[in-house]
């Protein structure tokens, strides 16, 4: 039996301590200790793959992803021509503002104090600094459009887009703006601010780009004319200039901070920008007149128009309280359904969103289909808005009111085409909600007629 009180050196081992023989080649010896070395690193990559698998065992947590890297500042504007006044207002800012770009005669600038909201313009050649996003190149409508849009200007279609010449932007003259209203199509892209990488939900103001001249833009461009022009065929001049309503622009892809829409009123400067492109003919005809309100609404209550209004609420539940605003809302496609009203207090589920906007729909509705008005507590809202619109325009009387309840009667067609999740159609009845396949449209419906 072998004794254990001595045991065997392992080869390694035996190995490391081993000596070349005395008077061995010198060759000899470094092979030796080259394979020493050897094995000493295939022991150490050992146990570093062990203590790799140990960590990875102790931790389920992924490896940190790598800080992604500062966004690249904005290119700085051109300021060399900068008047006096300008740059002494510019100076007078400090670190307050940041200037993000320059627009056809304005900076435009964010205010660092909260670069999520403001927005600011300087005009380069007297220095004026506004929170009003300037009015961006114009141009007016072709010569036969014009004459569709100049059913509502009393029949001159040079009333339509008073300049002979494209329209030179209102905020390159230190004249007043003309109280005359207009009808125009923008003439070049738009926008208030450039998006910031550093600021992602920061504001960009109102952006648009002009529809084409020619083909599909200039028949989508005839065809929202020809639709709208009955429309403000309706309200008396008076009107447009009592609420300050000085041009509609049409436009492209109009956005909003970033949110698509499709009507965007700018309140300070007085533009109604309306996008061009198809949807419901109803639709377009309901969002004028909602767009027109804001901006009459605005005239009458200034910057309270969207805050509370205890004459208005008195009509709602007691206890209500309207939402955080219509644009949380928009992806809602349903809200805009008379179906959608939580009950008879509102037109639809959109009304809750905000105050201003019970109020918009509520004025649309009026003004394209007023029988769906038909609890007491919507009739009151309605009554209020008669009265406070002929407050700011007495042409609003009983009489205006009558000749506008029998165009409804006579003039609309309330079907909409609405696509299908197989890629159909069917048609929808806004009024009674009767809905038709595809293959059975309404007799003489048409994206023109509808």
């Known amino acids: 039996m072998r004794s254990e009180a001595h045991p065997r050196p392992r080869a390694s081992q035996a190995r490391d301590n081993a000596t070349p023989p005395r008077g061995a080649p010198t060759t000899a010896a470094r092979e030796h200790e080259k394979m020493i070395l050897r094995e000493r690193m295939l022991a150490l990559e050992r146990e570093i793959s062990r203590g790799r698998a140990a960590a990875c065992d102790a931790s389920a947590k ?17 300021l060399s021509d900068l008047s006096a006044a300008a740059r002494s207002t510019l100076a007078a800012a400090g670190p307050a503002i940041t200037v993000l770009d320059a627009n056809d005669g304005w900076l435009v600038m964010r205010d660092n104090r909260n670069p999520a909201v403001r927005l600011r313009w300087l005009r380069r050649t007297d220095g004026v600094l506004t929170w009003a996003q300037p009015t961006p190149p114009l141009r007016p ?37 003309t109280p005359l209203f207009g009808i125009y199509v923008a003439a070049e892209a738009f926008f208030g601010a450039p998006a910031d990488a550093a600021y992602p939900a920061s504001r960009t103001g109102i952006t648009g780009c002009p529809p ?10 005839r065809r929202t004319v020809a639709l709208l022009a009955p429309e ?64 009459i609404d605005y005239r009458l209550r200034g910057a309270s128009f969207a805050a ?41 589920r959109y009304c809750t969103s905000a105050i201003m906007e019970d109020k918009a729909e509520v004025w649309a509705a009026l003004m394209c289909y007023a029988l769906t008005l038909s609890t007491e ?3 009151a809202k309605g009554r209020l808005l008669q009265k406070r619109a002929a407050e700011l325009c007495p042409l609003l009387n009983d009489a205006w009111w009558e000749s506008v309840y029998t165009a409804q009667a006579t003039r609309q067609n309330l079907w909409e085409r609405h696509a299908s999740p197989d890629n159909g159609a069917t048609y929808h009845h806004y009024l009674t909600g009767e809905v038709r396949p595809e293959a059975d449209p309404p007799e003489g419906w048409s994206i023109d007629s509808a």
Not at 323 to 341: I, N, T, Y
Request: net charge neutral; with cysteine; glycine share 8%.
């Open 62 to 78: 992924p490896l940190p992803k790598p800080l992604p890297l500062p966004p690249p500042p904005l290119p700085p504007p051109q």
């Open 141 to 177: 409508l072709p010569s036969d459009v014009a004459r569709i849009a100049a059913c509502g200007l009393g029949g001159a279609a040079e009333l339509v887009s008073p300049d002979a010449a494209p329209l030179a932007p209102a905020h390159q003259s230190t004249a007043p703006p």
């Open 212 to 221: 084409p001249a020619d083909g599909d833009g200039l028949a989508r461009l």
């Open 232 to 295: 403000w065929t309706m309200y008396p001049p008076e009107l447009f200039s009592a609420a300050g309503v000085l041009r509609i622009v049409f436009c492209e892809e109009l956005r909003y901070n970033g949110q698509r829409r499709r009507d965007v009123p700018d309140l300070a400067s007085g533009n109604l920008y309306v996008d061009v492109g198809d949807r419901a003919p109803r639709r377009k005809r309901h969002s004028l007149h909602h767009e027109l309100w804001h901006m």
């Open 308 to 348: 509370a209004d205890a004459e208005w609420e008195a009509a709602n539940k007691p206890g209500f309280r309207y939402g955080p605003g219509g644009k949380h809302m928009r992806s809602d496609a349903a809200s805009s359904q008379l179906a959608s009203a939580p009950d008879g207090h509102f037109l639809n």
């Open 377 to 379: 507590p919507l009739r």
